[in-house]
Every structure is written in structure tokens, then in C-alpha cells.
Nanobody, 122 residues
Framework: QVQLVESGGGLVQAGASLRLSCAASGHSFSSYAVGWFRQAPGKEREFLAAIGGSNGGTYYDNSVKDRFSISRENAKNVVFLQITSLTPEDTGAYYC???????????????WGQGTQVTVSS
């Protein structure tokens, strides 16, 4: 069982940067792939980025790869999502999820956090 808790969201102005954190507890977290997703009101959950477990590879949705960076510190059981040049279109609830392998769809992940809200004002 893996427990995930996101943090780092907030209300920011356009152009700002945020570093979101996904803190994990549970057995063998470092072996899990972790993905970040965003869900705006009335929209489906959107894949943003993912990072592998043992292999440590990264994958980004093409729409965000220039501004988003995912990393992990397995010794601390935490995965980060660094976001730069935020725009109002980045507003939404950001979720991290753990699964067996990197995937770009929510149904391929087994464990989810409760989300952290990011609101970007213009």
C-alpha cells in the first residue's frame, strides 16, 4: 500500500514558478513510477509528466515539456514537479499517482493523492 500527499500549490500570479511535492509512504515506493496529472473544473484529468522507478526515466506530455520538470528523491520518498512561467491555463487541481510503470492515462496508476490546488491569476 502506498499513501501519497501532494503539497506546494497556492494562488500565484502569471509568470511565477511553483514546486509541487508528492510525499509518499509505504513499502518500496522507489520501485513505483510516479505521474503528475492536472484536472481543471469540468475537465478530465490530464497527464502532465511521469518518472520511472528503478530505471528513473522521465516522460512529459508534449504540451508541457518546456515548462514542467519532474524529479524524485527516493531517499526521502518524494517526487517533485517544478513548474515555471505559470499561466491562468495552468489553474487546476494537481495530483500525483503511483503505478507499476510510466503511463499517460490515469487508469494505469494504482495509488493517488488528494491533490493540491494551483490557481494562477492574470
Amino acid at each position: 500500500q502506498v499513501q501519497l500527499v501532494e503539497s506546494g500549490g497556492g494562488l500565484v500570479q502569471a509568470g511565477a514558478s511553483l514546486r509541487l511535492s508528492c510525499a509518499a509512504s509505504g513499502h518500496s515506493f522507489s520501485s513505483y513510477a510516479v505521474g503528475w496529472f492536472r484536472q481543471a473544473p469540468g475537465k478530465e484529468r490530464e497527464f502532465l509528466a511521469a518518472i520511472g522507478g528503478s530505471n528513473g526515466g522521465t516522460y512529459y506530455d508534449n504540451s508541457v515539456k518546456d515548462r514542467f520538470s519532474i524529479s524524485r528523491e527516493n531517499a526521502k520518498n518524494v517526487v517533485f514537479l517544478q513548474i515555471t512561467s505559470l499561466t491562468p491555463e495552468d489553474t487546476g487541481a494537481y495530483y500525483c499517482a503511483a503505478g507499476r510503470a510510466i503511463a499517460g492515462t490515469p487508469n494505469h496508476y494504482d495509488y493517488w493523492g488528494q491533490g493540491t490546488q494551483v490557481t494562477v491569476s492574470s
